[in-house]
């Protein structure tokens, strides 16, 4: 006893001060971010759902449940005005049909920052304003969506959707991590969770078998790394161990041998017209597949491949070039150049995993709140205190 009372001594404020690291860094977040989340919660306490539903374009090849969006970078031939689309790629045809998408960024935001405001006052009415959207969007016949991206990112003349479409419901992410802490505290009706774990059941499986989902999940680049980003949260709530399972071991064998380099840069990214915003989107998605993921007996923070890539050695990259964007070394990106960095997850989620307190000073000087829908639909965590 007197020995380990003297190693308590000797040893105990320094035991102490980290076991409350997480506390006052999550009281750092919290103290940040309470009053703008509070007020946006606030405003979303009384609007209504918008679902896929509320927009058709004739464009699309599915029926009035199934989730359209069109490619990106995809433009009218000037050669052919009628023909098939042409790519210009970094470049973002302003004229095709994104209400789905922004519908969805909606209510990934609405539901976000209510559970947000839950969070941090205990107050039930922002949980049952944020189950209105949440039963609009999966439950309820009139005005669900498909579980399935049949139709998304499709291109006029070439095809009516395809699997690099997956990318678009990153934007459901963090509607499953606010379902994840509703579950946790209780507040989910059993028709809820029943309703929801069986829509994101089906969604999964979809993801898992259907050709597009494989081809995207086979993806070598930022689009691969969101397909493990995704089933992995999907696989969490509709607790799929064997799915989890394989995101971690994907991750390890496949994500960070295959898209980075041993300096911790993504290659593939780097060739982009939009190089730097594509590494932070990359590096955000790797560092959320960490902390979905992450647990003792699995600690994706600290693995380690053979050849010494890990998830620290790529924020350790970027941060120089977040912290001082003018020391930037390759091309700047063709659009959006201005626009970022903003409060990047790699940055919250890297102090969390990591402990290093240096990332969570970087990402308290950033823009937390942007209003760009570019950089917003690049940037699907958004709520960072439903991941405390």
């Known amino acids: ?50 679902t896929v539903t509320a927009f058709h374009s004739e464009r699309s090849a599915g029926g009035i449940h199934d989730f359209f969006s069109e490619g990106d970078y995809w433009w009218p031939d000037s050669l052919n005005p009628e023909g098939p689309y042409v790519q210009r790629d970094g470049q973002t045809n302003p004229e095709n049909f994104v209400a789905h998408r922004h519908a969805m960024i909606r209510f990934s935001m609405l539901v976000g920052n209510l559970t947000s405001a839950y969070l941090l006052t205990k107050d039930q009415k922002y949980i049952d ?24 990112q499709a291109i006029k003349g070439i095809t009516t959707g395809r699997g690099i479409g997956i990318i678009d419901t990153i934007h459901l992410i963090e509607v499953v991590q606010s379902l994840l802490q509703m579950e946790k505290y209780g507040l989910l009706s059993d028709e809820d969770l029943k309703g929801t774990k069986q829509w994101f059941s089906e969604y999964l499986t979809w993801l898992t078998t259907h050709p597009n989902g494989i081809t995207e999940m086979n993806a070598q680049n930022n689009h691969g790394t969101c397909w493990v980003m995704q089933a992995a949260i999907f696989a969490k709530y509709s607790v799929n161990k064997e799915v989890l399972q394989f995101c971690s071991d994907r991750y390890k064998t496949v994500l960070l041998p295959d898209q980075m380099a041993t300096d911790g840069s993504f290659p593939r990214e780097l060739r982009r017209t939009k190089p730097y915003g594509y590494s932070l989107f990359n590096l ?34 970027m941060l120089p070039f977040v912290t001082d964007k003018s020391s930037w070394e390759y091309q700047p990106d063709v659009m ?53």
């Not at 404020?13 to 007020?39: F, M, N, R, Y």
């Not at 960490?290 to 990259?317: A, H, V």
């Open 336 to 388: 959006y150049w201005d626009e970022w960095p903003v409060a990047q997850p790699f940055l919250l989620f890297g102090s969390m995993g990591l402990k290093n307190r240096a990332y969570l000073e970087t990402w308290r000087t950033l823009d937390h709140f942007p209003e760009n829908d570019e950089v917003i639909r690049n940037l699907p965590i958004r709520n960072p205190l439903i991941w405390l």
């Open 129 to 152: 304003a944020a189950l209105v959207h949440i039963r609009a969007w999966f439950i309820n016949d009139e005005t669900k969506m498909n579980p399935n991206l049949l139709y998304a």
């Open 1 to 50: 006893m007197r020995i380990l009372f003297t190693i308590l001594l000797a040893f105990g404020p320094l035991l102490l001060g980290s076991c409350s690291t997480g506390d006052k860094d999550a009281k750092i977040v919290q103290d940040l971010l309470k009053d703008e989340v509070l007020k946006r919660a606030d405003r979303n306490l009384n609007e209504n759902p918008v």
């Open 284 to 317: 955000d998605a790797m560092a959320t597949v960490c902390q979905i993921l992450s647990t003792e007996e699995d600690n994706l923070w600290t693995y380690t491949t053979t050849d010494g890539k890990n998830i620290q050695k790529g924020i350790d990259f």
